[in-house]
């Protein structure tokens, strides 16, 4: 929507997003030529104009309630009273607030400059919370706190024009925050800390290494300080460890023991010893070794015992009791499941029952399966996004390629396939693209429109693995190099580490990596 103020002592009329001083609008003449369907209102009264336009594919419920408030009695008389009306003296601050919010990060900025009456205006939770609901930020934990000091939290100047500005409203300097961090991303701007361990896990800015006797965590956000934490059970080596939040969680054979960070330590809540299936089958084709495989939704820790997995056992988190078990297959026949997978609140698994290949879905909050059809081939790897399913078929352990199968979640018959290295990850992205790799060039394919031309990366280099960051950000291990690539232009951004990596997690605020060549080898590339 644009709105346009006129007056007849002007030659011209302007739009109100013209960087411009003054408590209104002054003037510019904007032709729109592209675009040909166009609702016009107009107000007219003595020599002043309003006009309020929007194109026919917008909403029109602002343009309705203008309407509705322009009838009103106090508008004509106020403009009976004045011969030179400001939007702002006559439109209530929640139209305005609407009105602003079709407008991009640009022109919001050009009005902000327009006046301080304007720019208070546009401080308004409601345009920055749309505009950060757009860019997908609403539930990003790390923006509330950083490693660095942020100098964009509730900056003041000290001169006598910014003393006159209020502090910026929460969703904008949550969005100024996230800008700030992918600026540091494109300009590579981070903080290199040596770890003084082999790192294992990574997750929530903690970093993780396990041995015989001890857990040690290296805490990114409490200046590197390093912990060193007793297992519970010394005759047992760490299968495996987890971090979620404030909790430490760690799997020795059958035990599970969940710790709560209480300052600078860990208190242990809970330990607790899985129970075994009645199911008599001894099989275990996935790929982690250990006797158990752990999953997480917000609520439940998911189990699946890898020697008898026709049950999945789910644990409170936060208590350790065990709530429900539930069945894989209704069929007596025992299962041999091979890859199980969480997103949002479901579970998804791949499994094969009597040579006949299935890939099922439990929905936790509606305590059901929702979800089941049978695929041709065995499943090794699921990748699972809001829309589509994606697996890995790989009939041969020792080949490296494999195929990939699509399928979108809500019709499972239509089937997409494309081929890829087995061993590198497969990313489905919010907008519904597919990004793979055949070892030194990654696709990005796109899923809704198939028969699309897809695009490509072109690297200088063997693709080891590579992670998704921030919005259109993916970070490319080359086995000599760390590069950042903007996968939606499709072009290199930087080239962070010039060694050998021989492992890396990567979030939206951090590179954590292994070096091929010391035995002390852990990195934290801090980008925040």
Known sequence: MTIWYASKDKKKGRAIDEKLPGNGCMFVNIQPSSIQYIHILYFHHMDCCFIFTTVLHEPCIQLCL?????????????????????????IPVEILEQIFSYLGLTDLGNCSKVSTEWREIINSNSIWSRLSAVVGIHNKEYLKKSLVYNPLRAFRGVDDFSQRLSPDCHWRSHFKKYKYLEENWRFGTFTVLHTGFKVTYYKDRMVANTNSSNIELFDIDNKGKKMRIPVAHSEFRVDSIFILKEFLIYVQKCYIICMRKNGNTYECVYNIKVKNSKCNHKINTLQDSSRLTLKFTSRYIVILDNKHPCKLFFYNIFSGFLEKEVDVTPEKACIRCHFIKIFEEKVYLTYTVNNNHFISCYDTVEGAWTLTFEIDT???????????????????????????????????????????????????????????SDDVTVHIQELVQPSKVDYSLKLNGKVVDMMPVMNNLIVINTSMSLQLWDWKKAEQMQTFFRDKVVSMWVDDKTVVLNKFDEQFNGYVLAFW
């Open 66 to 90: 203008i309407v509705n408030f322009l009838k009103k009695k106090h508008l004509q008389a106020s403009l009976l009273k004045k011969k030179k009306v400001s939007l702002m003296d006559c």
């Open 378 to 436: 065995q499943a090794c790897e699921l990748t699972v996004s809001r829309n589509f399913i994606c697996a890995k078929i790989s009939t041969e352990p020792n080949m490296k390629n494999c195929e990939l199968q699509v399928w979108p979640i809500q019709n499972q018959e239509e089937m997409y396939t494309y081929f890829a290295d087995k061993h590198l990850p497969i990313i489905l992205t919010s907008d519904d693209k597919i990004i793979f």
